[in-house]
Every structure is written in C-alpha cells, then in structure tokens.
C-alpha cells in the first residue's frame, strides 16, 4: 500500500480574529459541503479512476471545523479555529492497489492525483487480499438519523461567555484566589465514502465542550 498526503491547518490568535468568527452566526459543515455536493464530487472522482485504468476504486471525503477560546482572570487569553477538508483514494487494478490522498480539490488537482493513483497500483505488487466488499453485503439507504450532532458552531462571543461563566464559577469555590483559566470549545466533522460499485455512505457528529484548568488554593486555606 503506498500513500500519499498532504494536509492544512489554520490558527489565527486572539488579537486579530478572522472576519467569520466577528460574524453574529458562523455557517456549520452543512451549509458548505453536503451530501449531494459530497457524492457528486466522489463520483466525479470515481468516474475518472475507472478513465484512468482503474477495475475498482472507492474514495473518502472528510471536512472538519474546530473552534476554541481560553480564558484567564476574567479576560481573553486566545482565539483558535481550523477547518479542513481530505480526499483519499483507492484503486485498484486486479490485485494491486495504491492510496493516495490531498486537501486540494480543485479539478486539476484531482485530476493529476488519480492520474499518480493508477500509476501508483499498476507499479505495486499483488496483494490477494485486496479488493472491495462483496456488492451484495453492502448496507444500503436509506440510513437511519443517529442524530449525533447539532452542528450549530457557536460564534467567539458565546465561546468567550461559557469559558468565563465556567472560570467564575470555578473562582466562586471558598478558598480560590487565582485561576489557571478555563476553556471553551466547539468541534464537528463529516465523511463520506463511495465505492465505484454502487455505494455511498456518511457519518458525522459535532461536540460542545467547556471546562476549567486546576484552580490554584491559597496556602492557609491548605493548613
């Protein structure tokens, strides 16, 4: 198996903040890439491996936002966000396969990918394992809602509130006089998978999450 990848990651600190966390609403993953978007851009890529010498291929799509703040002594410490989207492809040519993947999607890119790809499978050795899942023992739709996320990302400004809500709270406990800060953050991210006999499929899910860093305790409150 060889692979190939490349990947991108965004952090912006607490000083200058990009224009769409100053944003009252931020947009979640499926208002930029859903499944429809999701399975047209897979078969594109599926159809082109087949092109390219491919006798099977399935591919993988995955977008991806994080978002966080930190906060200290009643003021903002930093302001992190990212977002990312993979492509990985397989193709196979009788028993042979590569993978390879990227975070540029643009048709050039692509197509140059799948052009190194089947390059790639028709040089590696055999491997009599490889292969897809038989087409019958495949599950198909519709899937049922598992419902494992909102995906409401909360703007900075709700971030900052729940880090400060959660450090004052901490702060509140009889005996704490200083903080080592609180967090706050918020994380989703889908994927979806295709195969060049019929399949498709997504799973996803998003998260809140708020906690406080060990409250520091003066020292006659110890004794």
């Not at 999701?38 to 291929?57: E, I, P, R, S």
């Not at 999607?105 to 040089?123: D, V, W």
């Not at 009599?128 to 909360?154: N, V």
């Not at 809500?165 to 706050?184: F, I, M, P, Y």
Request: glycine content about 8%; hydrophobic content about 40%.
């Amino acid at each position: 198996m060889t692979t190939w990848s490349r990947r991108k990651e965004i952090r912006r600190g607490p000083n200058r903040p990009p224009a769409a966390l100053r944003s009252r609403v931020l947009l979640p993953i499926s208002g930029r890439m859903n499944s429809e978007k999701a399975q047209a851009l897979l078969d594109t890529v599926l159809v082109k491996a087949k092109a390219a010498g491919a006798d099977a291929a399935d591919a993988v799509l995955s977008h991806a936002v994080s978002s966080s703040v930190s906060w200290r002594m009643g003021a903002l410490e930093d302001v992190e966000r990212s977002e990312g989207v993979d492509l990985g492809l397989r193709i196979l040519v009788g028993k042979r396969q590569a993978i390879v993947s990227t975070t540029d999607t643009s048709a050039a890119s692509l197509g140059t990918l799948i052009e190194r790809c089947a390059a790639m499978a028709k040089a590696a050795p055999e491997d009599p394992y490889a292969g897809l899942a038989p087409a019958e023992r495949l599950a198909r739709a519709p899937f049922p809602d598992l419902d494992l996320g909102d995906y409401l990302e909360p703007t900075t400004e709700e971030l900052k509130s729940r880090a400060g809500r959660c450090e004052a709270a901490a702060l509140a406990v009889k005996g704490v006089t200083n903080s080592s800060g609180a967090g706050a953050s918020y994380g989703e991210g889908r994927k979806w998978f295709a195969t060049s006999h019929g399949f498709f499929g997504e799973t996803g899910g998003s998260s809140h999450s708020v906690s406080p860093k060990k409250p520091w305790l003066v020292a006659n409150h110890l004794r």
